[in-house]
């Protein structure tokens, strides 16, 4: 066995802490995170702590994980400018999504968000819900492509 002890007269030598590094690192191409139909997702839902330490990561896919919900804390991701959660089980978005201050395109197809909402303290950001090739006219069908598209 290997003495650890320090030796006399010398100080321990101190190790800098290392930065933090987010799991999702390996999956980070350029600026696009792809998360879609990810086992870890849809076992254990969004990995806002992961998402934290990747600020370069602006386009993020999180499209069919079977998401119910968007936590809170998931609107701390300053970032974001693109942001994929078609074929999910959404239901509303966070109130605090105004907070993604940088977001320019959010993908909310085939989900269960029907209403466009309005976000943030300011009234010319608002997301508007556009239908995408709606045959019968409906264009708050749960069936329809949304897009949600930053308007100022």
Known sequence: LEDTAPTMGKKAKKT??????????????????DLSMSPSVRENGVPVTDLE??????????????????????CQLVFLVKLDLHRNNLTQLPDEFGQLVRLQLLDISQNQVCVAKEFGPKPKRRYTTVPNGDSNGDSFSQHNRQVARRSY
Not at 16 to 33: C, D, Y
């Open 16 to 33: 800098p802490a290392q930065p933090k590094k987010s799991a999702l690192a390996s999956e980070l191409r350029g600026n696009r995170l």
């Open 53 to 74: 330490l990747l600020p370069r990561a602006t386009d993020v896919d999180l499209s069919f994980n079977n998401l119910g919900s968007i936590p809170e804390t998931f």
